[in-house]
């Protein structure tokens, strides 16, 4: 299977934890990830909030470039996936594409409309199969309990995505059972982490967030994996100020979805960048024995 490789900001940055277990993960599955360095920003926050027709055109470009190599398209990162589909959706209006169509013109770009977009939890589930997933489990997550949180923009609007129920889901926690972890039902998987509003309204973000990872505690969870960097970001880079928010101490490590896939497989804590995380994962690998040292 090749795929185009579309990572997003945050996973060529701040986040490259996410790219290097997104990596491990797709060697070991055979997922051949066909890269392009001209794919731009997918706007999402900035670009679609001021010019909705600029950014319509901006992932028609990325999926144009797509298109020319015969790909489909991966992205590890919800809101890429969210802008990357809206793009796909909208295009279908005639007076957008007229538009969209009159801004890509000028550089020789055509998109007509043949790419899907999935995040790499559909492809795991869906392309790729459990049953693949299973055979390459060389770590099982034996006594793991782990509070899948999807956020926002991997369900919804589920009518249009058409894969996930947007209030009862199931994939992550299909994945993780396949990878030998104890998946943690909460109410709280399917809400929003805060980010949206982290740079508007800190204090409100950091309560979300807080409440959030309290649910997914109070239910037993041992740690959370997230599919969306941003995500990740609002649950562990600010869980500190998320715990001043609701006062009350979280400690709970957070992982993004392919570091424990990867960490199944038998990739070591060193090999996923886990000591880029702001919040110690010891305590959750200690339970899968895998030391944080090595």
Known sequence: MKLAYYPGCVAQSSGKELDLATRYVCRALSVELAEFPNFSCCGSGFV??????????????????????????????????????????????????????????????????????????????????????????????????????????????????????????????????????SPVYYRGRVMCCGFPIQFVKAETASRVAGRQILDAKAHGADAMATPCPLCHISLDAYQNQAAKAVEAPLDMPVFHLPQVVALAFGATPQELGLSRHLVPTDSALAKIGASAVA
């Open 48 to 181: 679609d909030e001021a010019n909705e027709v600029l950014n319509i055109a901006l992932n028609a470009r990325n999926l144009a470039i797509a298109e020319r190599a015969g790909l489909n398209v991966l992205t590890i990162c919800s809101t890429c996936q969210g802008m990357l589909s809206l793009a796909n959706l909208r295009l279908k209006d005639p007076a957008v594409r007229s538009r969209v169509d009159g801004a890509l013109r000028p550089l020789g770009i055509e998109y007509r409309g043949s790419v899907v977009v999935k995040h790499l939890l559909q492809v795991l589930t869906q392309d790729v199969g459990l049953d693949a997933v299973r055979a390459k489990v060389r770590r099982p997550l034996a006594g793991l309990k782990v509070g899948a949180f999807y956020g926002c923009h991997l369900l919804r609007p589920a009518d249009e995505l058409a894969w996930e129920d947007g209030e009862e889901p199931h994939a992550f926690e299909d994945l993780l059972q396949a990878v030998g972890a």
